[in-house]
Every structure is written in structure tokens, then in C-alpha cells.
């Protein structure tokens, strides 16, 4: 593993393990790398080796989720290699906090929210997701998102405040859930044939089997996106641009697609724009629901332009000048709370340099 100083562009520190890297996740207390059967935590201040999970159950994936909030370091990883079990680590005080037992096949997709409170779940059937309270492991929220046929999950996300959460696999569909509770404090309804057809539908599930009445208690989505192609691997992002609700869509073609998403009614999410991420400057617009100012043509355009007037929307970082030197650890107290900005002037990695010395080697714990 080599860990670079990206606007810099030199050589921060590297190591070396025993066998492939299969994923690395990282907030600003620690750095995570996954293989198959190990897990390596180091301390993203020093860039030490602090613990090796050893004889984890075979992760072929690399399969893994880290809480961005550093102030609660969760780490979560599958917990067996046959079951939907899920294995909770607290990071920063180097214990197991809990086992979930998620699943009844094995884990696909694994995601925390912003804050770390919350930590959503599907298995490699990829038609039920679950939402668990954190460190607990009490199961809060279960949508269903298929019942006809299996998928493989390539996405799960919440968003930044954790009111929804989104799920795409290898189908042309892609889920928004919305994580709320129907409370008994709404006003009683007018009687009317359905709703008391309803009632009677709601109390017949404790009469049947609990397979049955948990798969009608479950809740759908909230929206959905029908994509234009299906089987193509895709990352999914909801976010909030000049204050409007947006779901993000990246395929494996190279081609971002943002829609519009109602927080309100939901339905289908109507598409703004489809942007090209290769550099051929082409971008399709739909000009009768876009309510966004015109961007560059291209993602590489963006990139590209200078910009003249400073960044007001970045969060406060480190001083790249003001911060540590090599071989110097960086002060608890110049850590943000917010995460990772890399547009951030003000940001930097951990710059402690580990090049020329012996690379990290793991204890057995």
C-alpha cells in the first residue's frame, strides 16, 4: 500500500502485507486494509500499525464499511462466510462492540450513515436490506426491494442526513428508501370500506406464519430510477446541490446521471442530466426539470477550470502549511470534526514518512 500526497504528488509512506489488498477505507483516525482473511488498522495520525483482526471468515470481496465520524471509528465486516452475520469493531478503542445476525445468506453490501448511528445491510440475494441501531445492533428499519428474482448489490448509501437510503444492483432499477416510523399519534381517519379492509388485513399477519407476515410488513420504496441499460456495474450518491434533493447515478460506461429526487411524494425520480466522465465534452440536458445553472460540458472540465472566487462551502481542515512535518505527529486538537474535504484547500493526509524504513508488520492479536 502506498499512501501519496495528492496535490503534492510524493510519497507519504508505503507497506507491505502477505497477501492482495482487497478494499482500504479510511476517516480521519484510522486507515483500514482488507484481505481476505485479515484486517489491518492503522492510525491515520502516524500512519502506525495499532491492531491485525487475524482468521476473519474468507472475504473474497473485501467486503467491509468504516464510519466516517473518527469520534465513533466503527468498522463492520462479515462475520461468517456462509450467514448474513455481521461483525462490529470499535476502532478506537480496539474491541469488538457486537455480532448482528442480518441475514440468512451471506453479506453483499454493508454502509454506515453519516454520523455512525445507523448501518445498513443486504445480503448476496439482494431483496431484503435491513438498518441497524449502532453499537446496539437493534434492527430499526427492513424495506424490501425485490421478490421476483435475485440481485447482486453495488451500491448502499444514506444520505447526509440520513433520511434516506439508496440501493442499486446489476438491474436496471434503483431504490431510494425513507427511513421513517408511522407513529399512533395521527389523527384518527374517517371510517371508509378500505381503511377498515386495511386494519383487517394488518391484524390478520399475527395469525400467519412469521416469514409471511414480515414479508407484508415490510416497507417499499420510497422512489425509484429506472436506468436506460441494466447489468452494468454502477456507484450511487444522494446529495444535496444548491439546496435541492439529488441522486447521483455512475456507471461502469462512464456516464454520471443526476435526477431529481422529491423528499416529499417520492414516485419516480426524473432525470436533470446526463453528464460523460471519459472527456468526449458531450452532455445531454433536460432543460424542462432542470432547475440547476449551466455547468461545463464534462466532468474533465470541471476539473479543469480555475476557479476565481474561494470556496465558501468547504469545511474547516488542517493548515497544509501551518500542520506537521514529516516524522512529526499531528495534535489532537487540529482535527475537524466534519469529514474529509478534498477540494479543500486547507486539507492533508497523514505525512509522516515511512519510506526507507521497514514496512509495517503485523502482530498476531
Not at 500499525?49 to 473474497?60: F, H, S, V
Request: charged content about 20%; aromatic content about 8%; proline content about 6%.
Amino acid at each position: 500500500m502506498n499512501v501519496y500526497h495528492f496535490k503534492k504528488g510524493t510519497e507519504i509512506c508505503n507497506y507491505s502485507y502477505s497477501s492482495n489488498i482487497l478494499s482500504i477505507r479510511l476517516n480521519r483516525q484510522r486507515l483500514i486494509v482488507c484481505l481476505e482473511e485479515s484486517i489491518y488498522i492503522h492510525n491515520i495520525k502516524d500512519m502506525k500499525l495499532l491492531k491485525t483482526i487475524m482468521d476473519t471468515p474468507p472475504n473474497a470481496t473485501g467486503l467491509c464499511a468504516l464510519s466516517i465520524n473518527h469520534a465513533n471509528s466503527y468498522l463492520a465486516y462479515p462475520g461468517s462466510a456462509t450467514s448474513g452475520e455481521i461483525a462490529l469493531y470499535d476502532g478506537n478503542t480496539l474491541k469488538t462492540a457486537c455480532t448482528i445476525p442480518a441475514h440468512d445468506g451471506p453479506l453483499a453490501a454493508l454502509t454506515f450513515n453519516s454520523t455512525g448511528s445507523k448501518l445498513a445491510s443486504a445480503s448476496e440475494k439482494g431483496t431484503v436490506i435491513r438498518v441497524f441501531s449502532i453499537p446496539g445492533g437493534q434492527k430499526l428499519y427492513e424495506f424490501r426491494r425485490g421478490m421476483k428474482r435475485y440481485v447482486n448489490i453495488s451500491s448502499l448509501v444514506f444520505s447526509m442526513d440520513s433520511q434516506f437510503l439508496c440501493a442499486s444492483s446489476n438491474t436496471e432499477t434503483v431504490h431510494i428508501f425513507k427511513l421513517e416510523h408511522l407513529t399512533d399519534s395521527r389523527p384518527e381517519e374517517p371510517p371508509t370500506w378500505s381503511g377498515y379492509m386495511g386494519k383487517m388485513f394488518q391484524a390478520a399477519t399475527n395469525y400467519l406464519p412469521a416469514q409471511v407476515s414480515g414479508m407484508i410488513n415490510q416497507d417499499r420504496a420510497f422512489a425509484t430510477v429506472r436506468l436506460n441499460t441494466s447489468g452494468q456495474r454502477n456507484v450511487c450518491a444522494l446529495s444535496t446541490i444548491q439546496k435541492l434533493p439529488r441522486l447521483l447515478v455512475t456507471t461502469s460506461d462512464g456516464h454520471l446521471y443526476i435526477y431529481n429526487l422529491d423528499p416529499q411524494d417520492g414516485g419516480e425520480c426524473v432525470l436533470i442530466k446526463k453528464h460523460s466522465l471519459l472527456g468526449s465534452g458531450k452532455t445531454e440536458e433536460n432543460k424542462e426539470n432542470d432547475l440547476q445553472p449551466p455547468v461545463p460540458q464534462s466532468y474533465a472540465a470541471t476539473v479543469a477550470r480555475q476557479s476565481t472566487v474561494p470556496s465558501t462551502s468547504t469545511m474547516p481542515g488542517y493548515s497544509e502549511d501551518g500542520g506537521a512535518l514529516r516524522g512529526e505527529v499531528i495534535p489532537e486538537h487540529e482535527f475537524a470534526t466534519g469529514p474529509v474535504c478534498l477540494d479543500d484547500e486547507n486539507e492533508f493526509p497523514p505525512i509522516i514518512l515511512c519510506r526507507g524504513g521497514q514496512p509495517g508488520r503485523a502482530k498476531r492479536s
